[in-house]
């Protein structure tokens, strides 16, 4: 997955927080492919880092008076990515346009819609997490393809074993548990209830999960595909509690060292998995969510390349 951004299944995906991306442009490697970043008057723009006059990085260019202005020769973009201004003759170049991509701004995190199609609604946090909550950041990367990224967090047998000391603590593997997938979500339960006390995970395809651990704390990963073997995670942690100044800053940096810590224990786990293609894996009761998961990846829509085109008959669109 994820040698281009044409190989992701649409969708909206959080590709940085808002804190990495300010008025200078950032550079964004995501989805295989070099983006640049940067904050406009209206907000955030994100697009790909090649400048369509000659294919110099943006990133290392500035902003202008709200444009994006490329380095190499000063050609000044707009957020639509429409090219306002080339220098030697102090106007916009007609149809010269680098490629942006819609993206929005919540939860602490930058979303980009990415894959076939225009985006379908907005990305939206889970609507059961603590009211009013304090939030904490974790950002880590890790060397491992998006799919085995987010199996992990399907993969609720692993909790006894991988964190006895952690999330795992007390975690009794022959528990029942109930995987209840919809068309684009899956909830694991962990217990035979599934009323509004009892503690869940909730996947939404294809990168957001989190676990509702009781009604004042949560924990939610959002996955971003760096590329094909590569995948960034944003863990945080949601609180109702401990939120006062000064015992706030204090518990913030208690939960961030726990959340490193469960994050160490996973990670070794995950990039040591070799089964490839991951039909080699052999499947079990207990993992019935990564099978609904990879079910959903097989029905996900790419976008059409211009081979798929041609193979359908259909015109070759324009470059
Ligand atoms: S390469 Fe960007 S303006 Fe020429
Ligand atoms: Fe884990």
């Not at 995501?30 to 697009?47: D, E, K, M």
């Not at 000659?54 to 000063?74: N, Q």
């Not at 701004?105 to 199609?117: D, R, S």
């Not at 991988?162 to 997938?181: E, I, Q």
Request: charged residues 20%.
């Amino acid at each position: 997955m994820f040698e281009t951004i044409e190989d992701a299944p649409a969708g909206w995906y959080p590709v940085a927080s808002t804190q990495e991306v300010g008025t200078a442009p950032t550079l964004l490697p995501r989805f295989g492919t070099r983006l640049v970043a940067w904050r406009g008057p209206q907000g955030v723009v994100i697009g790909v880092d090649a400048c369509p006059h000659r294919g110099a990085s943006l990133a290392l260019g500035r902003v202008r008076d709200g444009r994006l202005v490329c380095p190499f020769h000063a050609f000044a973009f707009d957020a639509h990515g429409a090219c306002m201004h080339m220098p030697d003759v102090a106007a916009p170049a007609p149809g010269l346009r680098m490629r942006t991509f819609p993206c929005h701004e919540a939860g602490g995190l930058l979303w980009m819609w990415a894959g076939a199609g225009a985006p379908r609604g907005l990305p939206g946090f889970f609507e059961w997490l603590p009211a009013d909550a304090r939030t904490t950041l974790v950002a880590e990367d890790w060397e491992a393809p998006f799919d085995l990224v987010v199996e992990n967090q399907l993969d609720h047998l692993h909790l006894h074993a991988v964190h006895p000391d952690t999330v795992g603590r007390g975690v009794v593997p022959t528990a029942p548990v109930k995987v209840l997938p919809e068309e684009d979500r899956v909830r694991v339960w962990f217990s035979d209830s599934t009323d509004a006390r009892s503690a869940f995970a909730e996947y939404r395809f294809p990168a957001l999960w989190g676990t509702k651990v009781g009604t004042t704390l949560a924990l939610t990963i959002g996955f971003a595909p760096i590329s094909a073997t590569r995948t960034r995670l944003y863990l945080q942690g949601h609180r109702g509690f401990a939120r006062a100044p000064g015992l706030a800053a204090l518990v913030d940096q208690g939960i961030r060292r726990f959340h490193r810590k469960v994050l160490s224990q996973d990670r070794p786990i995950v990039e040591s998995q070799v089964h490839a293609p991951r039909a080699a894996d052999r499947l079990f009761r207990s993992d019935a969510a990564i099978r609904w998961f990879r079910e959903r990846l097989t029905h996900a829509v790419k976008t059409p390349t211009s081979e798929d085109a041609a193979a359908a008959g259909a015109p070759r669109a324009h470059a």
